[in-house]
């Protein structure tokens, strides 16, 4: 089964489509992977975008897997508390 990309810019402006386009991967059958390695500019949209993925997966008896997470959305997650939620593998770099 395939990741779902996040693609590299997530803010306000992108959530509400990308929350949709992981919404139909998982109608797909598709899996409930994260792939967030090519995310690159985001802001605090892009945890809610990881949140709303990982509820619409329970929803569904699975687990959210986040792989590539980076430091920075690490350390944003972090932040706001919601680290543990996520439940992520890190990139090498970030």
């Not at 402006?13 to 991967?25: E, G, L, M, P, Y």
């Not at 959210?64 to 350390?75: E, K, M, P, Y």
Request: net charge positive.
């Amino acid at each position: 089964m395939q990741a779902f990309a996040l693609p590299a810019v997530l803010t306000h402006a992108q959530a509400n489509a990308c929350v949709a386009a992981f919404r139909a991967h998982l109608g797909a059958g598709s899996g409930s992977a994260v792939d967030a390695s090519a995310l690159q500019q985001f802001d605090s949209a892009a945890l809610a975008v990881l949140l709303a993925c990982r509820r619409l997966a329970l929803e569904r008896g699975m687990a959210l897997q986040v792989v590539g997470l980076s430091t920075r959305l690490q350390a944003l997650a972090g932040l706001y508390g919601v680290q543990a939620l996520l439940g992520a593998q890190p990139v090498s770099q970030g």
